[in-house]
């Protein structure tokens, strides 16, 4: 059994002892929520309903309404409030697109003021901007172009920005029933080398436990996650597992403000007094996450602190590891890691001390070309102790937006099928006569494959649902380049976005798309913790013709594939989408009964691999034998990451961060280095490398000496392009730069 909470105030766990933390760096929630309201005010019952009987579209918990199945009380966040507005906001006025020079100017957050798109446009070469069209002319134009190219020279992209399950599978059959393989999602820029390997080594490709596991454990880890900033309703676990007496440890190159303290603003002793958080920080080099743990088994090994048991009768591989870390020596650990050897002994030490620990981790750990070895890493550090698989234990790799879990589930991925299956002889035909239709059997583009295919004119046509690659991927001007050279640009959504105003090629399409909340039948969505949740169609005003994505998808399809397999792409409804879903994804089994708002179930139960079955060739669960790569850095320079904060996803909410206090154009550095370079706070400083150059202001921040810290997307032009990881293929979001004073 877990510790439970305790109930009464605990003074020793609190942040200040100023009421209400009086003078504090951090989010204003309440503010927050009157702004929500004052941005809604002419929707208000509209989005009460939404907030009441909705699944949240923010980050990927999970509530439901405004509660979840891990607490008590009240879950709601900024992120969610700030989404509010774009699910009721009104139309836009559609004229204003008759002419995009106005409006290139513009930043995204202004675009998206403008209102929801309300109708299908079209925009050809040389025109000054967009017509409207009927939806049969936009169709029937995307149709007639599918049909003169070929498979390997058109893709789809799906974003995760509220996209629901049924959506997500109808539009990957879809796609496959066309001839292709190419449809991706936004997993793929995100937790790719997390599920990539968790398949190798345990056999599972999600996280395997529960948030309810967070509270009572002995031990929380978190490596290169920032969860008050990306996922702001967890606070409320992170509190209730302090109250249970749980330690808890950032692994990061910054020293975050949100996880060292954070105002909990709906339980009254953190709303008035904070709550301390982690106990202890481990700074390290950017990319030196690897040696880190590397570092920190070797002592366990060592020392003898390994659960020799588990290991010998549940794991293969060890043996591997082990001769693998005695020819790594301390000192090319440290110099990788940024962390002495007594640092790494410290951790150590934890997990000796610890009965149970709980992993989490998110993009400062994939978004790396070494990104599946640090994703392998952690699960080595995890079975070395047996910490997977029972209570208390896990590995979490944490979603930062809600839907994205479901994506690559459903088969909304270029290189595998629903389910998470591989693309080989055998799936393609099995699945082929689930469908009555040929399922390609080659992989398809990943999505930065498809900007590369389009920048060397071998893309024909990209459908893009959702979504912005000029703000997401690295090398904004080789994006956009390429995005200038595709024939037909196809983009759903909701509102207007930069990447919607590139120049045409040929032709631009704009089709307007519902929210999950207009949606008729409701949806579903999947948390990060295997929740299948159900969301009901909320009645309230809906915006000119935007339509069901889904329901699209099957339209364009008809159009496009042989009269023999028409038949094969009709749904009666959205129910019928979930029916076809628990056939095709078997542990999906339940996602048919879903009606309710409130109804859900969590696949594979509390905890995958549970009693250490795993679901492996062998059984068993595989150690790996990893090595950080020799990552010098010349003198003048500086390591550089990417960090978000106060957006969702590309899309920035706000100019200064709540959390941090830190400007849009910030550079995070260390105090030492400041003086170093004898700069001061506020100087204008530029970065630069062979990919590009960035501008921005020195704000001094507990990061680690030689590492610096810019936002994202701002700094992509930083960001080299071909780095990615190898499986994966998340591109590599860090740099080294050279810096100098800009005057």
Request: hydrophobic share 40%; charged share 20%; aromatic share 10%.
């Amino acid at each position: 059994m877990l510790r439970q909470p305790k109930k009464r105030w605990t003074p020793s766990l609190w942040a200040s002892w100023k009421p209400f933390g009086l003078g504090e760096q951090y989010p204003n929630n309440y503010w927050e929520v009157f702004r929500a309201m004052w941005h809604s005010r002419d929707q208000l019952p509209y989005a009460w309903r939404i907030l009441n009987q909705g699944v949240c579209d923010g980050c990927a918990l999970g509530t439901t309404g405004m509660k979840d199945w891990t607490q008590p009380g009240i879950h709601v966040c900024n992120v969610r409030l700030r989404l509010l507005q774009m699910n009721t906001m009104p139309a836009m006025d559609w004229h204003l697109l008759e002419n995009v020079a106005q409006l290139q100017s513009k930043s995204g957050a202004e675009l998206r003021e403008l209102g929801r798109l309300p109708y299908p446009m079209l925009r050809r070469k040389g025109e000054a901007g967009f017509r409207r069209v009927t939806w049969e002319e936009a169709l029937t134009a995307i149709a007639q172009r599918i049909q003169a190219t070929t498979p390997d020279r058109w893709g789809v992209y799906v974003t995760s920005r509220g996209t629901v399950n049924e959506t997500y599978y109808a539009i990957q059959k879809a796609v496959r029933a066309m001839g292709t393989n190419s449809v991706d999602n936004a997993a793929r820029i995100c937790h790719s080398p997390s599920t990539a390997a968790l398949k190798t080594t345990i056999g599972a490709g999600a996280t395997t436990c529960s948030y309810k596991d967070w509270i009572g454990t002995d031990l929380l880890v978190f490596i290169g996650s920032n969860v008050a900033n990306n996922q702001p309703v967890t606070v409320k676990y992170l509190h209730a597992a302090k109250k249970a007496g749980t330690q808890m440890v950032a692994i990061n190159t910054y020293r975050e403000p949100g996880m060292e303290r954070y105002w909990v603003p709906s339980i009254p002793e953190s709303a008035l007094f904070g709550t301390k958080f982690c106990d202890r920080f481990y700074l390290i080099n950017i990319g030196g996450d690897l040696a880190f743990l590397n570092g920190t088994i070797k002592h366990l090994i060592e020392n003898n602190w390994c659960d020799r048991e588990f290991i010998q009768q549940y794991t293969n591989g060890f043996s591997d590891l082990q001769a693998s870390l005695q020819n790594q020596s301390w000192e090319s650990l440290e110099q990788a890691s940024g962390v002495s050897r007594q640092e790494m002994l410290a951790f150590a030490e934890q997990i000796r001390d610890a009965k149970k620990a709980v992993f989490v981790w998110s993009m400062g750990i994939t978004q790396h070309e070494c990104g599946e070895d640090n994703v392998k890493a952690i699960i080595n550090l995890a079975l070395t102790k047996g910490f997977v698989g029972r209570a208390g234990c896990g590995l979490m790799p944490i979603r930062g937006h809600s839907g994205v879990q479901g994506g690559a589930e459903m088969g909304c991925y270029s290189t595998a099928l629903p389910g998470g299956k591989p693309i080989t002889p055998e799936t393609v035909d099995t699945l082929s006569q689930q469908w009555g239709f040929p399922v390609p059997s080659q992989p398809g583009l990943i999505a930065p494959e498809m900007i590369d295919a389009a920048h060397a004119g071998n893309l024909d046509v990209l459908l893009s649902v959702g979504g912005n690659f000029l703000d997401v991927m690295p090398d904004p001007a080789y994006v956009e380049t390429a995005l200038s050279r595709i024939p037909l640009r196809v983009h759903w959504d909701i509102i207007c976005s930069q990447q919607m105003l590139v120049e045409p090629a040929d032709t631009v399409v704009l089709l307007p798309a519902t929210t999950r909340y207009e949606i008729p039948g409701g949806v579903t969505e999947t948390s990060t913790e295997r929740r299948v949740i159900f969301s009901p169609e909320i009645p309230g005003p809906r915006i000119g013709e935007a339509r069901p994505e889904w329901q699209v998808f099957m339209d364009l399809a008809q159009r496009v594939v042989s009269p023999d397999y028409q038949a094969a792409l009709q749904f009666a409804d959205i129910a019928a989408i979930r029916a076809e879903i628990a056939q095709v994804v078997p542990f999906y089994a339940g996602i048919q009964h879903l009606q309710e708002a409130g109804d859900q179930f969590q696949y594979g139960g509390n905890h995958l691999c549970f009693g250490w079955q795993f679901d492996t060739p062998d059984r068993k669960a595989h150690f790996s034998a990893l090595h950080p790569s020799d990552r010098p850095l010349p003198e003048g320079h500086f390591w550089v990451t990417t960090r978000r904060g106060k957006q969702f996803n590309s899309m920035v909410q706000e100019h200064k961060d709540a959390i941090t206090g830190a400007w849009r154009e910030a550079i995070l550095m260390n105090p030492i280095d400041i003086a170093a370079w004898n700069l001061q706070p506020g100087d204008r400083i530029r970065l630069s490398n062979d990919c590009g150059s960035y501008v921005g202001n020195v704000y001094p921040a507990q990061v680690k000496p030689r590492n610096l810290q810019i936002h994202w997307p701002e700094g992509n032009s930083l960001l080299d392009r071909s780095k990615r990881s190898p499986i994966g293929g998340v591109p590599d979001y860090n740099a080294i730069v050279h810096l100098e004073k800009f005057n």
